[in-house]
């Protein structure tokens, strides 16, 4: 007998405009870097399903169908964002390590997120390893947003797919130990 649950979960990929969203939804799906920019216009949503997951507190299994919403940041339609937000199980909020400003924008961009899903799981990815000259200041300023947050925070690099799957897999773990 099978002991395996599919289980659907929506989650959110918030974060400043170009900082690599729609680049680690893509490898993350499809597997695939385009080199070209793409702007996110509102909201596009994708799907993979997760290798099952076995719950040290239960011992069951479970796999995830992820629904992945890559949102738009817009500053000016706060409403409709609030509405792409409503019935996330979890999120993972993404910065441009090379563009620091990046990092300081998540406070607002999850207290946001929090206010409208505050049980949601939530990881800090700092995304464009590939490029990223290691800064300290860089890494203590996502270190401490991701303390802010009582989460964890990954470096990943969509055009490698260096950490991508690990972060969304360590999403999808997050999810299983709260259900």
Request: aromatic share 8%; with cysteine.
């Amino acid at each position: 007998m099978d002991d395996t649950f599919l289980i659907k979960k929506k989650i959110c990929l918030l974060g400043s405009f170009a900082v690599g969203k729609t680049s680690l939804v893509e490898r993350f799906v499809y597997n695939r870097f385009d080199e070209k920019y793409l702007t996110t216009i509102g909201v596009r949503v994708s799907q993979k399903i997760l290798p099952p997951i076995r719950n040290p507190k239960s011992g069951e299994r479970t796999q995830y169908n992820l629904l992945v919403w890559d949102i738009e940041r817009i500053e000016k339609l706060d409403s409709v964002v609030r509405n792409y937000y409503r019935g996330a199980a979890g999120a993972l909020a993404v910065a441009d390590v090379t563009r620091p400003e990046t990092i300081s924008t998540l406070q607002e961009i999850v207290d946001t997120f929090r206010s409208v899903t505050p049980e949601a799981q939530l990881l800090i990815v700092g995304n464009k390893l590939d490029i990223f000259e290691q800064d300290k200041k860089t890494l203590a300023l996502l270190k401490k947003t991701a303390s802010h947050f009582s989460t964890e925070y990954f470096l990943s690099s969509a055009k490698t797919g260096g950490q991508v799957e690990e972060v969304f897999m360590m999403l999808a773990k997050k999810l299983d130990l709260n259900k």
